[in-house]
């Protein structure tokens, strides 16, 4: 083994790249040598903020997002709350309502709701660690799209960090749902995800997409897919107090099987994109990214954090591994 540590060894790597990152793997046990096919965890190079409308509350929002060390993942602070009080560990355990949007929260009541659009834009740019401090208790709604996230993110700049990048890699099918909505993973050499919806207007019908990640195409393809909601929920949650914030500067809002926003849609089929959209952020919160082929119809929120339960629950289900740059799991 020792002769491909020594003098030699530099034209041996270059040749056979893949058994010499296996043999330097070999030598030198858990310490991370870096080549081509490993990726590193990722922050942001410097801290960057905005302002926005708050969706249910209608309040004016600030939202800073900010470097963050290696293996802390991603992390919300409330800053109009205490010291002590205000932090969420943001993971699937720490989810505590899904209806509507996806809300995460802390032991002492802490709460921030509609994170989805921004954890999806974390995943699509692979950041791994990030400190997101908003002053109340839901991130700003923006454009209804992840792009302005997106955004933000690119003007911050990304920076690589020192440890190994984790994912979850999927080894056995599990399936949450019944038989309107369903949900389900299946070991696959990487993430893709097969979503269908069904609406009863004309406005959507049945929509079904693939993704799968190639390079930037979530920024190209779904990053800037709207939500969307139908005139009368919108008009029903407005009495009840909710969706202040919402107008058709932040939603494609369907009535009498027509869309009102008077610029029309983003994409053709923007509904199921941003299916696909809520989807990835809310796997996210598997800890990293999921190494598995989704199949989803007509999921929502809620079904998307059972999945993650489901998987969690299920020692054999899952392993944990380091991630090469092109999406896969690194067996070593
Ligand atoms: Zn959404």
Redesign the pocket.
């Known amino acids: 083994m020792t002769r491909w540590a020594g003098s030699n060894s530099f034209d041996l790597y270059r040749m056979y790249p893949f058994i010499t990152f296996r043999r330097r793997e070999e030598i030198h046990g858990e310490h991370i040598v870096k080549t081509a096919d490993l990726t590193n965890q990722r922050t942001l190079k410097t801290e960057i903020g905005c302002t926005g409308v708050a969706l249910h509350s209608g309040r004016k929002t600030s939202l800073t997002l900010k470097p963050a060390e290696e293996n802390t993942g991603i992390r919300i602070c409330r800053t109009d709350l205490f010291n002590g009080a205000r932090e969420i560990i943001v993971n699937w355990q720490t989810v505590v309502d899904t209806r509507l949007?996806t809300t995460v929260g802390n032991d002492h009541g802490a709460t921030v709701g509609t994170i989805?659009?921004l954890i999806a834009a974390l995943a699509g740019c692979e950041i791994d660690n990030i400190l997101i401090e908003v002053d109340g208790p839901e991130i700003p709604i923006m454009d209804g799209s992840a792009a302005p996230f997106v955004f933000l993110i690119e003007c911050a700049g990304v920076l690589e960090q020192n440890s190994a990048r984790r994912g979850i890699k999927i080894l056995k099918t599990i399936t949450v749902g019944n038989g309107q909505r369903s949900l389900s993973i299946s070991p696959s050499e990487e993430f893709s995800l097969d979503f269908e919806i069904g609406f009863d207007t004309s406005a959507i019908d049945c929509q079904e997409r693939f993704f799968a990640r190639t390079g930037e195409n979530f920024k190209s393809d779904i990053a800037r897919a709207r939500?969307f909601g139908f005139e009368r929920e919108v008009n029903a949650m407005r009495d009840a107090g909710l969706a202040l914030g919402g107008s058709l500067q932040n939603a494609v809002v369907i009535g009498d099987e027509k869309i009102l926003n008077e610029e029309g849609l983003r994409y053709g089929d923007e509904f199921v994109r941003?299916k696909i959209?809520?989807c990835i952020g809310d796997l996210y919160l598997a800890g990293g990214p999921v190494i598995g082929a989704v199949r989803a119809s007509r999921s929502g929120h809620a079904l998307n954090n059972e999945l993650l339960q489901a998987i969690f629950a299920d020692d054999t289900a899952w392993k944990d591994v380091k991630v090469a740059s092109n999406g896969k799991a690194i067996n070593i």
């Open positions: 949007a989805e659009h939500t941003h959209l809520d």
